[in-house]
T-cell receptor
Framework: RKEVEQDPGPFNVPEGATVAFNCTYS??????FFWYRQDCRKEPKLLMS???SGNEDGRFTAQLNRASQYISLLIRDSKLSDSATYLC??????????FGAGTRLFVKA | DGGITQSPKYLFRKEGQNVTLSCEQN?????MYWYRQDPGQGLRLIYY???????QKGDIAEGYSVSREKKESFPLTVTSAQKNPTAFYLC?????????????FGPGTRLTVL
């Protein structure tokens, strides 16, 4: 079993749709969680950190479920510019960080 | 304008050659990292450095070497011992460890072995 697993997609959605991604992790001792965004042939950039209480940033909402060992990302009112690959990132303490393979999102006009 | 720079953007190497990828940051970050990204896979850690003159192997260090003589610089050498070096190489830095700290990435170097 991979340490961090994501549905690779692609998710094809129309503009204005709501889309959700899930990510599961295997190590129950994992300490911090992030979503990064990666555009085609570019570097990853932090989208948001994920807190136990859940957090929201505009159209983006991240949730953490420690009991079931998954995190989620919800995107509301999708824009064309949201088209990218979304990476689930899990830190297991110190410098041990695992990146998921990513979920590809295509938002269509 | 703070950030991380990597050079070159594209690099072509003949089999049997060593090549060095440059990574420089002006964010005053202590920690720096090298990752490799292959299609359909997550980033994999090659080496990381917590402080000047110190570095640690990551998950896939074989065939690679690094140095950290200055806080700002963390070059990666891909040696001829690396059997499948064609990949997208990303350098990153963070204030401290990656626990709770964002990693900032450079634009990457695409290495192709001919």
């Amino acid at each position: 079993r991979k340490e961090v697993e994501q549905d690779p997609g692609p998710f094809n959605v129309p503009e204005g749709a709501t889309v959700a991604f899930n990510c599961t992790y295997s190590n129950s001792a994992s300490q911090s969680f992030f979503w990064y965004r990666q555009d085609c042939r570019k570097e990853p950039k932090l989208l948001m950190s994920v807190y136990s209480s859940g957090n929201e940033d505009g159209r983006f909402t991240a949730q953490l479920n420690r009991a079931s060992q998954y995190i989620s990302l919800l995107i509301r009112d999708s824009k064309l510019s949201d088209s990218a690959t979304y990476l689930c990132v899990v830190n297991m303490g110190g410098f041990k960080t695992i990146f998921g393979a990513g979920t590809r999102l295509f938002v269509k006009a | 304008d703070g950030g991380i720079t990597q050079s070159p953007k594209y690099l072509f190497r003949k089999e049997g050659q060593n090549v060095t990828l440059s990574c420089e940051q002006n964010l005053n970050h202590d920690a720096m990292y090298w990752y490799r990204q292959d299609p359909g896979q997550g980033l994999r850690l090659i080496y990381y450095s917590q402080i000047v003159n110190d570095f640690q192997k990551g998950d896939i260090a074989e065939g690679y070497s690094v140095s950290r003589e200055k806080k700002e610089s963390f070059p990666l050498t891909v040696t001829s011992a690396q059997k499948n070096p064609t990949a997208f190489y990303l350098c990153a830095s963070s204030i401290g460890g990656t626990n709770y700290n964002e990693q900032f990435f450079g634009p990457g170097t695409r290495l192709t072995v001919l």
